[in-house]
């Protein structure tokens, strides 16, 4: 098994470019989870989704975009990339909510 | 809003025990307790998880209190390598939700 598999690993956009990270996991999982964390700081959780077909917002949830059309798959959008964005983005999932997180290893990504 | 508590930071000496306290004190009968780590320049990783009573595996114990309103992460020999922010985690409805977690420092 593979894990849960991010990509791509580093990204660097301009101001107001959109792009989409993807995340992958192949043990199927329905709990998945996006988060951010900026420097010094801990992770915040952006969106998840409990289930394919169903998201919802975290705490951060503003300036990304997600969905879960298969189990296995949940990308994250940023719709127009700005500075604030600058940050480590983690995936992870789990059998279900409440249960062991496994995560991705993360893409880090600066906003210019 | 993580709903839980953790001191910003510990030390530890090497080889010595460490206890790192949580408090969770709104925490619901079938909530479980994690507790996961990163080390520096990595992403989080799992440590251990319990519902009521206390939990060993083989990086930590985590000894959970009666009244389910806090708990102890236990690592029985700290070493270099465990320095590392350690999160304390209960699920939050439908999410996870971690917060700035304690910052482990050991000395050698």
């Known amino acids: 098994n593979a894990g849960v598999t991010q990509t791509p690993k580093f990204q660097v956009l301009k101001t107001g470019q959109s792009m989409t990270l993807q995340c992958a996991q192949d043990?199927?999982?329905?709990?998945m989870s996006w988060y951010r964390q900026d420097p010094g700081m801990g992770l915040r959780l952006i969106h998840y989704s409990v289930g394919a077909g169903i998201t919802d917002q975290g705490e951060v949830p503003n300036g990304y975009n997600v969905s879960r059309s298969t189990t296995e798959d949940f990308p994250l959008r940023l719709l127009s990339a700005a500075p604030s964005q600058t940050s480590v983005y983690f995936c992870a999932s789990s059998d279900r909510v409440g249960e062991k997180l496994f995560f991705g290893s993360g893409t880090q990504l600066s906003v210019l | 809003d993580a709903k839980t508590t953790q001191p910003n930071s510990m030390e530890s000496n090497e080889e010595e025990p460490v206890h790192l306290p949580c408090n969770h004190s709104t925490i619901s009968g079938t909530d479980y307790i994690h507790w996961y780590r990163q080390l520096p320049s990595q992403g989080p990783e799992y440590v251990i998880h319990g519902l009521t009573s206390n939990v060993n595996n083989r990086m930590a114990s985590l000894a959970i209190a009666e009244d389910r309103k806090s708990s102890t992460l236990i690592l029985h020999r700290a070493t270099l390598r465990d320095a590392a922010v350690y999160y304390c985690i209960r699920p939050n409805n439908n999410d996870m939700r971690f917060g700035a977690g304690t910052r482990l420092t050991v000395k050698p």
């Open positions: 043990m199927n999982h329905e709990y």
